[in-house]
C-alpha cells in the first residue's frame, strides 16, 4: 500500500514513513493533479478535503476523519489500511521518502556529534539527501506515540 497525503496531511505523512510507508506529501493546491500523481503511482490519496471525490474509477481517495496525526495514524490501522510492523519502523528517510541504508559507524565520525557517535552502534542513511539517522535521530514525542500505540494494538491481540 503506498500513499499519497495532500497538503493538509503533513504529519500523518512523516508518521506514515516512520512506520515504513511509501508516502508522498502533495503540497500543491492542484486537485486535478493530486489526482493524477495517485493514478501515476497507484497511490491511495489522503486528503481531509470533503470536495475531493473520485473522477475515474482507478482513483482511490481515502477521506480521514481525525484531526490529529496519531488518531488519523489509528483510523488507517482501524480501516486496514495500515499495519504496525516492527520490521519497517524507521526504514524511511522522514524527509525524503527514501528507503534508508544501513552504513558502517567510521564513515558517520565527522558527520554526527562525538557522543551520538560512541553511543550508538547502528547508523543509516538516505541515499537521496544524504540525512543521517540513528536509533533516537527521530522525533521524540513521534516516537513515543508510536510505541504507545504498539502497546495498545498488542494489548488488543491479547485481550
Ligand atoms: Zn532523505
Not at 486535478?32 to 490519496?45: A, K, N, T
Not at 488519523?72 to 489500511?81: A, F, R, T, V
Not at 524507521?90 to 567510521?106: A, G, H, K, Q, V
Request: proline share 4%.
Amino acid at each position: 500500500m503506498k500513499f499519497l497525503a495532500d497538503r493538509m496531511l503533513g504529519k500523518l505523512a512523516k508518521g506514515l514513513r516512520m512506520l515504513g510507508y511509501d508516502t508522498i506529501y502533495y503540497r500543491g493546491e492542484d486537485a486535478y493533479q493530486l489526482l493524477q500523481l495517485g493514478r501515476q503511482e497507484g497511490r491511495v490519496i489522503l486528503t481531509r478535503n470533503t470536495k475531493l471525490v473520485p473522477k475515474r474509477s482507478e482513483d482511490h481517495i481515502l477521506r480521514v476523519m481525525e484531526d490529529k496525526p496519531l488518531l488519523q495514524l489509528k483510523e488507517l490501522i482501524q480501516k486496514g489500511y495500515i499495519s504496525l510492523d516492527k520490521e519497517n519502523l524507521f526504514s524511511r528517510c522522514l524527509l525524503c521518502n527514501t528507503l534508508l541504508i544501513e552504513i558502517p559507524r567510521e564513515d558517520v565520525e565527522g558527520k554526527v556529534p562525538d557522543f551520538i557517535l560512541y553511543q550508538q552502534e547502528e547508523f543509516f542513511q538516505c541515499p537521496q539527501c544524504r540525512r543521517i539517522y540513528w536509533q533516537g535521530s527521530h522525533p521524540e514525542n513521534m516516537k513515543r506515540r508510536i510505541d504507545e500505540l504498539l502497546l495498545a494494538e498488542s494489548r488488543e491481540h491479547r485481550a
